[in-house]
């Protein structure tokens, strides 16, 4: 649909008007308007942001008082609030939907961890983003890979339609890094704990050794304390917690050499967004023939969440420092001239710790107790039934029974083992295997989901558990917290499920629509823009022309 001047525009808008002669109103025939308010040419460079723990909680908490970077993307298309729709909100399914347009059931990234019983090692616990075969490995220490992602990525698409298209991916995590990248990707790197790193055998870029030199002598200064933005005052109270700690008044201050705090802090996403401005500059993304693709994973607000909570002073400085950061991300980018297209979103949404809650008119928030543990229920399921072994083993709510058992033996432990953990108090769900695969994949809008359509949309059958276990809300699975573990996520509430989801591009007017959309519609939405097909995925293009035209193909 053609652009037209303000002036035509005008000119339209008054054609319209009802016109009366002497004789009386006459009809007249008024073409629909051909405004369009979305560009109609491909960008050439598509940035897909994810802000780890960016709940749409945060986001309605600090819209109002962002300058920068969010407030730019805040005058595009805003849905505020979007869904991580499937039940196990981590990280790692999280990343798998933004970019493939599927969800976890389909990405088959179903946890960050799951177990795999018949994995020919002695740690049968598998990490989403490794190679469990390497030999020496575990899940702690793995070597990093792309073999359990499912799908292609909208890189991989990309790629395959125009080989000359470059797909790049950077993250502060390898998991966000690799399930928002893909299986072929030009570069990807991820912050090891030490220094940005790649796949072994990747050299590594002129980018990366500048930015990994700069990152070590940030952490060689050392971090004096924050100064408070005003908006933030009111946060800055002290929580205290079991243990004889506290939270809620942090700054941020590192010591010189002092690398353990530095991913909980801003300056680790200053790294990241550093890495991919330099990427972008050095490569020349977006200055070919072809549209190229950047991911980057902003990881540092889950480190705050995780190990500060998500309403204290920690996490206001954090938000405020990351407006920055993304604002000077994209001034870079339109230094560039580049006509680029951004999306923002989270892989999931984050509670914050129940001590501060408790304090703050939420007396109901709790911490898991620790009679819910599959391990000593396992023990006295096996003592009750007179069988040896543990019988029952568990990550991350997947329960799994013992596949030594014999079929008999399995089904009278699968059936006491949903009692048992179904007559607990903390305890919203013990949905078998049975009862998960009967349910079908929703259709209808994510927060009408049933606990069981949540399930269903991150379960595979060859890495789900036997039972999946869902607590109530608010209740919070660290059942005693310590420094540097105080909140976190991973369940099937909507303060886990919702993320913002903001759309910009220069030209793109902008609108705001609350409704519920999911972060398996922002594949398909930019493949929209630049032409390319995406049948059969779970999401659906969603329309940023916010007027009568379409940015999504016709159906």
Known sequence: ???????????????????????????????????????????????????????????????????????????????????????????????????????????????????????????????????????GSDHERYTVSDKHLKVPTLGERMRAANPATRVVSVAGKDRAAVMMGGHNVDELWWWDGKAFASYAGRPAPEAVTRVNAATNEVIARGQ????????????????????????????????????????????????????????????????????????????????????????????????????????????????????????????????????????????????????ISAEDMGKAIGAALKLKGPVLYNSEGNIFVDPALLPRQRALVLAEAKKRFQALPQVAAALTRAEIEKTALATTPPETWTLAERVRASYDAKRSGDIVLLLKPRVVPIPKPGPGYVATHGSPWDYDRRVPILFWRRGLTGFEQPLSVETVDIAPTLAATIGLPMPGVDGRCLDLDGGPGSTCPAE
């Not at 319209?16 to 960008?43: C, D, F, K």
């Not at 902003?298 to 604002?327: F, K, N, P």
């Open 1 to 135: 649909m053609k652009r037209l001047s303000s002036l035509v525009a005008l000119a339209v808008g008054l054609a319209a008007a009802p016109l009366l002669a002497q004789e009386g109103p006459r009809p007249i025939e008024v073409a629909p308007s051909a405004v369009a308010t979305a560009p109609q040419n491909p960008p050439k460079l598509i940035v897909a942001i994810s802000v780890d723990q960016f709940s749409a909680d945060l986001f309605a908490e600090y819209r109002n008082h962002f300058r920068e970077g969010f407030a730019r993307l805040l005058t595009g298309v805003v849905f505020p609030s979007g869904y991580q729709s499937h039940a196990a909100t981590e990280t790692c399914p999280g990343h798998s939907t933004i970019l493939t347009g599927y969800r976890p059931t389909h990405t088959g990234i179903i946890a960050n961890n799951w177990l795999d019983l018949a994995a020919p090692r002695a740690d049968k616990t598998v990490y989403c983003a490794e190679d469990e075969s390497v030999i």
């Open 224 to 371: 004096p304390a924050l100064p408070v933005p005003d908006f933030c005052v009111a946060h800055d109270r002290a929580v205290d917690m079991p243990g004889g700690f506290t939270i809620g008044r942090g700054r941020f201050e590192r010591a010189p050499g002092d690398a353990r705090p530095f991913r909980a802090s801003p300056a680790f996403d200053a790294a990241v967004f550093d890495l991919a401005t330099q990427l972008v500059r050095d490569m020349k993304l977006g200055q070919g023939a072809q549209t190229d693709i950047i991911d980057v994973g902003a990881s540092a607000t889950d480190y705050v969440g995780h190990s500060l909570g998500t309403e204290g002073l920690e996490m206001c400085l954090q938000l405020a420092s990351l407006d920055h950061t993304i604002g000077q991300f994209l001034n870079a980018l339109d230094a560039t001239g580049v006509d680029y297209e951004v999306v923002l979103t989270a892989d999931h949404g984050g509670h914050d710790a129940p001590e501060r809650h408790q304090q703050r008119a939420m007396p109901r928030d709790a911490r898991v107790s620790d009679n």
